[in-house]
């Protein structure tokens, strides 16, 4: 049997280790697609630390999309009416090269943006940063990451003065209280699930809560569940926060010597006694009492969340508050506690690491920060004020730049914003009124890609040699373990390559990924993510979790050291104290009302990933999930006089989406329930964004994807 390549699952932030094998060698019965053809395969990686071996569904079935509707080699058009036209590489690079200085001169920096992905890895974000940030000298790259976890970001940078999860996964299996909010993690973060429900079944002691408005799976699993009203959860952390402080569960020792700001936070939740509480989230006064008590009673809490929080309006302020719990019960820095945001994707994190936002620079570094600035312009060997000090355009912004046709220069890459922004169809027209869009994918044809002047044929994960960053901060060497497809090149090489042809050839040097990574990591010395011990060579030898400072040995890197941040309770701020802030609950940006009573909510299903661009193309996946569902509550079902499988309209003030019923008790009164996976694509009118609208969190800029206010009107099947 051959050796199997060692690799990273490339869906979600979990991080699965994986085993490939091809086809022919693989020395079991082969895989095979619907059509019969041989696929790779994969199967867990038993020695990764993160997963041990387990995948879910979507990693095990990686193997069949990797030969689907591949992008073979570059296209290009003048206008969105006329067919795309293969060309060469050079051609296509020229034609971006001089777009991009006919920009330059026209509108400055500011006229070119790049929207990226948490599918890049650490070499492709590094070198995306140093292109825009560092030689055009705009900020305007940020990445689909910020719809996704830039509210944890903040929160994290604000309450603890650093990014960076203080926690990992195995906290799963040592706190005595899980406190999930915002976040299935049955269906989303399925082998964190598997880790915390097996140690859950074991230990009868251990407690989950579970906070979330629809009865998912994750909430089948818990000891109690917390159907709040979407929307409520600010009012239910500091409702828990009053009941704590109340019954004295708070930790004053390390209130009075690792934090600042208790006594505001503490006048604040004064306000949030339990009848207010209850009334507000809709829940029993013993449900409240249950959740505070167990809080305030366990020696260890680990809370974990995602998208139910950070897709908020007031997602930095929710994940702020659910920190302040922590920290008022002395509950981080320890193992099995403190506060985990998992990330959505496969390297979301390696994006935070390599600056991959419009406010951030590598090495957990700032845009507004003149020092930080000038550390990463003497890496780059680019003169002082090289940076700009503004943060870029945000990834909303990006959609309102091009509406205002403030953006001539339009890179989208790994990632399909015709999908997955809010407001779908404001956001179609104004790609539409683009003047000139890239499209930078592995698959073709994509929403996106519709309308692109350029398309470019980007590698897959598996093509090129890289490294991905998980949600417990473990860096994962993933190897080239097949050839690029037809004229793939890997993501940061096309980067390098504009680079160079707009004559920065000094700042493009290198010509492999591990050389861009050796000088990544140079720009982490000293910082929270050090990771100047880190090397494709020594990594592939396994993976090891940030921080590893150069010179750290194998024994202590490979997972005998404390795996935690904090542990000493000092923090990344100036005098080392984590912060309280707390926060009044302002609600959804669009609450339901007479024309609009339902409230949508929305989320993923357990076998889809994203827009589909790769998991559409996986028959035993589309087969299990072949059409979106609209999830009613049965009253809500029998006031409206519709079944299962008969079809409504969802309308919302900016569009509509038509899709049949599913009338189950997982969903409360009042809110319906839609998955985000589909896009033109993959059916008429199934759109979910074209219901959602673009309100963001003022502080991260994330847009509230995951409510909205929508009617729901029976109709004849279309
Ligand atoms: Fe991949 Fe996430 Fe599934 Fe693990 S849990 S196999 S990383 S999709």
């Known amino acids: ?64 999309s990797l030969d689907k509707d591949r992008l073979l080699y570059p296209m290009m058009r003048e206008t969105l009416d006329q067919p795309l036209q293969r060309v060469s590489w050079d051609q296509a690079i020229e034609r971006i090269a001089s777009e991009i200085l006919k920009t330059l001169a026209d509108k400055g920096p500011d006229g070119i943006a790049m929207y990226g992905s948490g599918q890049f890895q650490t070499e492709d974000y590094y070198t995306a940063q140093k292109l825009l940030k560092g030689c055009l000298g705009t900020n305007n790259f940020d990445a689909n990451s910020r719809l996704c976890m830039s509210s944890a970001v903040a929160g994290y940078i604000q309450s603890f003065g650093s990014d960076g999860p203080p926690c990992c996964y195995d906290d799963l299996e040592q706190t005595d209280c899980a406190f999930l909010i915002g976040t299935n993690t049955a269906d989303c973060h399925p082998i964190v699930f598997n880790r915390l429900k097996k140690y859950h079944k074991k230990n009868r002691k251990v407690k989950m809560i579970v906070v979330d408005p629809r009865h998912t799976d994750t909430a089948k699993a818990a000891d109690l569940h917390l159907a709040i009203k979407p929307g409520t959860d600010i009012a239910l952390l500091n409702g828990i926060a009053y009941l704590v402080l109340k019954n004295g569960w708070i930790d004053p020792g390390f209130i009075e010597s690792c934090t600042d700001g208790f006594s505001d936070y503490a006048q604040v939740i004064k306000s949030y006694p339990p009848e207010r509480v209850t009334e507000i989230c809709g829940i ?54 403190g506060p985990f945001s998992l990330t959505g994707q496969p390297n979301a994190m390696g994006g935070r690491e390599a600056g991959g936002l419009a406010h951030i620079l590598p090495g957990y570094r700032l845009v507004k920060n003149p020092e930080h600035r000038q550390a990463v312009e003497a890496v780059w060997q680019l003169p002082e004020g090289s940076i700009s000090p503004t943060p870029g355009l945000a990834a909303w912004d990006m959609m309102l730049a091009l509406e205002q046709e403030e953006v001539d220069v339009f890179w989208v890459a790994a990632t399909n914003p015709a999908v997955s922004m809010p407001d779908i169809k404001r956001t179609q027209a104004a790609l539409r009124k683009s003047p000139f869009t890239i499209c930078q994918d592995a698959y073709y044809p994509t929403e996106t890609a519709a309308f692109a002047h350029v398309v470019l044929p980007a590698t897959q994960w598996g093509e090129k040699p890289g490294v991905m960053t998980n949600s417990e901060r473990v860096v994962t060497y993933c190897s080239a373990f097949r050839r690029p497809v037809g004229e793939a090149k890997a993501d940061w090489e096309i980067f390098a390559e504009v680079g160079r042809r707009l004559g920065f050839e000094k700042q493009f040097p290198q010509s492999t990924s591990a050389e861009v990574y050796d000088e990544f990591v140079t720009l982490t010395a000293g910082r929270l993510c050090d990771s100047t011990g880190l090397s494709h060579e020594r990594l592939a030898a396994g993976p090891i979790q940030w921080p590893c400072p150069a010179g750290e040995s194998d024994e202590v890197a490979h997972g005998k050291h404390d795996k935690r ?91 509509y989406a038509q899709l049949k019923v599913l009338v189950t008790q997982n969903i409360t009164r009042g809110t319906v329930f839609m998955p985000m996976h589909w896009g033109f694509l993959w059916g008429d009118n199934t759109e979910v964004n074209a219901l959602t609208h673009p309100e963001v969190c003022p502080i991260s800029l994330e847009p509230e994807l995951k409510a909205c206010a929508v009617q729901v009107i029976p109709i004849a099947a279309p």
């Open 565 to 655: 941040l904090y542990t000493d309770y000092r923090f990344a701020t100036p005098n080392k104290k984590a912060k309280f802030c707390a926060f009044h609950i302002k609600g959804l940006a669009e609450p339901p009302n007479e024309d609009y009573p339902f409230v949508l909510t929305t989320g993923r299903l357990y076998g889809h990933w994203h827009t589909q661009s790769r998991t559409g193309r996986i028959e035993r996946i589309t087969k299990r999930y072949p059409e979106p569902m609209l999830e009613v509550n049965p009253r809500d079902a029998q006031l409206l006089e519709i079944q299962s499988e008969e079809w409504v309209e969802v309308r919302s003030q900016r569009g």
């Open 284 to 337: 029993t006064l013993s449900e409240l009492k249950k959740a505070a008590e167990w809080w305030g009673k366990s020696e260890r809490v680990l809370s974990l969340w995602s998208m139910g929080v950070n897709q908020s309006t007031e997602g930095t302020a929710k994940c702020r508050t659910i920190i302040n719990l922590h920290l008022m019960t002395g509950n981080i820095g320890k193992p099995g506690a």
């Open 1 to 64: 049997m051959a050796d199997a390549a060692k690799t990273l699952c490339p869906y979600c932030g979990v991080g699965c280790g994986l085993d490939v094998l091809p086809p022919a060698q693989s020395g079991r019965p082969v895989n095979r697609d619907e059509q019969g053809n041989p696929v790779w395969q994969a199967r867990g990686d038993r020695n990764h630390p993160s997963s041990k071996g387990q995948v879910c569904i979507k990693g095990g079935t990686i193997g069949d």
